[in-house]
């Protein structure tokens, strides 16, 4: 086999060269005068045809299941439009070597994942490592590659620095009720809910700052937008003023979609899992609080709140509500100046209406909240109040207060779940097929 070309499946033209492939077989089709194999190899695709004779009628070509891992060399020919090879071309076979076997029997790949178990969504979480074989499961953790990719690449067009903030922690940022507590030596940790208290302290040093770390929740409710562990993006700007937080959110975001939308390949998965997918318009609708609370009122029927009453301003915009109102208006939306009850205890207050906070939720279509920021509390006594209606120990936080004490400055920020946005980008269902291996309530595992 001296000479032949190796290629990767997802190599263009080589017609004419004798090549030589490897990777798994997806799907396989015995037929009379041919075996039909789609080979995978995380590149791309190739239909691979053994015609009937000798080299299928090996007791390896027989037992041939989907899974098995084969090396194959032959001569890649065009196939006419209209014909059945996706991409134009295939491989006519000559010689093969079985890599790596795969079950035929009750053990193979389609029995482990088989419909017929239920309930179908533990046995797709129990079969992940098989699911994420498949061509849907892969996209989406491509374009998840890529995603991260572009925010890093458009973060440092911006000239922002990333670091990377510890997770093991002894300060809550989300409230109490959802940290992840761990015996640490000889005394308490937490695993980080946010990195934002970290930033904050960094960009005295570094100007601009972002990371992408996860962040972890012991979300006690099953939704199908909460994870444990997550992967959050965050960044903190220094010297801004709120609408300033608003535009730069708005100009990452398209960044990361035009970046996106401007890579054939990831376009073309994009296309595939979200054919509806339309770039958003800018700018992006902004909504206060106090008009979306007007807003859930005024639909017919009223959309009401958790217990079932009109909304009422102090309310939290529950999660159902949120995504109802999302969905009809269709479009990306900034909510802003939520009231200062229901929102952490760092948030700066808006000057003109000190019940309200200068924070903001992005929401998308399908997904609702995907981030969340505010300006931060940047007076020293405001802080110390905060934190005593939070019930904080200041001394713990100690390190976040000195921002305040040595040159504070007005600072701005926020979060991104990344899953969430993958969700929203790939028109997933839920979170849960946005990460490799999904980690919430009940779940650990693979
Ligand atoms: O709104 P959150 O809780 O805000 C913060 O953590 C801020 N400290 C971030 C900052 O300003 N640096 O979370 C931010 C985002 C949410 O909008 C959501 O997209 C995501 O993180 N998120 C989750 N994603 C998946 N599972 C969960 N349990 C999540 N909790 C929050
Ligand atoms: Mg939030």
Redesign the pocket.
């Known amino acids: 086999t001296i000479g032949d070309k190796d290629i990767q499946l997802g190599e263009g033209d080589v017609k004419g060269l004798r090549v030589k492939v490897s990777g798994r077989i997806h799907r396989i089709r015995a037929q009379k005068q041919a075996t039909f194999i789609t080979l995978v190899d995380g590149y791309g695709h190739l239909q691979c045809v053994l015609l009937a004779g000798p080299l299928t009628k090996t007791y390896e070509a027989l037992v041939f299941a989907q899974g098995t891992a084969l090396t194959l060399y032959g001569e890649m020919r065009k196939v006419p439009a209209g014909q059945d090879a996706p991409d134009g071309r295939e491989l006519h076979v000559d010689y093969y070597k079985v890599v790596g076997r795969a079950p035929t029997d009750e053990d193979s790949i389609t029995n482990r994942v088989s419909q017929q178990q239920l309930p179908w969504e533990s046995v797709m979480l129990d079969q992940r490592h098989f699911v994420i074989r498949g061509d849907n499961a892969s996209m989406v953790l491509k374009v998840r590659s890529f995603v991260e990719f572009a925010f890093m690449t458009q973060y440092r067009k911006r000239k922002f620095t990333k670091v990377s903030p510890p997770a093991l922690v002894q300060t809550q940022?989300?409230g109490g009720s959802t940290l992840f507590e761990l015996p640490y030596y000889d005394e308490k940790a937490y695993l980080t809910?946010?990195?934002?208290l970290y930033?904050e302290t960094a960009i005295q040093s570094m100007g601009n700052v972002y990371c992408i770390e996860k962040?972890f929740?012991a979300?006690k409710s099953l939704t199908r937008?909460?994870?444990?562990e997550?992967t959050?993006v965050?960044a903190?700007l220094d010297f801004i003023e709120f609408p300033d937080l608003l535009a730069h959110m708005e100009d990452l975001i398209c960044g990361v979609i035009d970046m996106c939308m401007e890579d054939q390949e990831i376009a073309a998965m994009i296309k595939l899992l979200n054919p509806e997918f339309k770039v958003p318009s800018r700018p992006f609708k902004r909504m206060r609080y106090s008009d979306a609370i007007d807003w859930l009122n005024a639909q017919s029927p009223p959309i009401l709140n958790e217990e079932g009453n009109p909304h009422t301003f102090g309310d939290d915009i529950a999660e159902a509500a949120e995504r109802q109102m999302t969905d009809i208006i269709n479009l990306p939306i900034f909510l802003t100046h939520f009231p200062a009850e229901i929102k952490?205890f760092y948030m700066q207050k808006d000057p003109n209406d000190r019940r309200t906070t200068e924070s903001v939720?992005c929401l998308m279509p399908g997904v609702g909240?995907?981030?969340?920021?505010?300006m931060r509390m940047d007076n020293f006594d405001e802080l110390m109040e905060a934190y005593e209606k939070e019930g904080i120990s200041p001394k713990d936080y100690y390190w976040y207060t000195d921002a305040r004490k040595y040159g504070t400055s007005p600072h701005g920020?926020?979060?991104?779940?990344l899953?969430?946005f993958l969700a929203w980008l790939c028109n997933q269902h839920s979170?849960r097929t946005c990460c490799l291996y999904p980690r919430f309530m009940g779940r650990c595992k693979p």
Not at 193 to 196: F, H, K, L, R
Not at 225 to 228: C, E, M, Q, S, T
Not at 369 to 374: A, K, L, Q
Not at 413 to 417: D, P, R, S, W
């Open positions: 940022v989300e809910q946010s990195s934002q930033l962040s929740r979300e937008r909460h994870l444990a997550y959050h965050e903190e952490a939720d909240e995907i981030v969340g920021g505010s920020g926020y979060g991104l779940g899953e969430r979170v």
